[in-house]
């Protein structure tokens, strides 16, 4: 069954750095693109980051460019977001999660890890 495993987050001051990452299994890695998706506390969910299959096109919501960047390495089935110069507005849920069509919706997501960014 498709299984997504994340990993990485925690509490952190503000400008410092998280790595997250996600383990995928259960399907053919290669064959999807990957989202990061993430949701602050009392509010929906926003998406931050897309990577498509061979990881040669990435894109990024407006709110994290520059700062974040996507990767994935398709022989150890992962993806990573490395999230720079953080700020409070950035503490959320983070989920990865495979993209199964055009417009690049969601449809299997991991359980979530917790980033916080506070003094």
């Known amino acids: 069954q498709v299984q997504l495993v994340d990993a990485g987050g925690g509490l952190v001051q503000p400008g410092a750095s998280l790595r997250l990452s996600c383990a995928a299994s259960?399907?053919?890695?290669?064959?999807?693109?990957m989202n990061w998706v993430r949701q602050a506390p009392g509010k929906g969910p926003e998406w931050v980051s897309g990577?498509?299959?061979?990881?040669?096109?990435?894109r990024y919501a407006d709110s994290v460019k520059g700062r974040f960047t996507i990767s994935r390495d398709n022989a150890k089935n992962m993806v990573y977001l490395q999230m720079n110069s953080l700020t409070p507005e950035d503490t959320a849920l983070y989920f990865c999660?495979?993209?199964?069509?055009?417009?690049?919706?969601?449809?299997?997501w991991g359980q979530g890890t917790m980033g916080t960014v506070s003094s």
């Open positions: 999660a495979r993209v199964y069509g055009r417009g690049w919706p969601s449809d299997y």
């Open positions: 259960g399907f053919t890695f290669t064959s999807y693109a």
């Open positions: 990577i498509i299959q061979n990881g040669d096109w990435t």
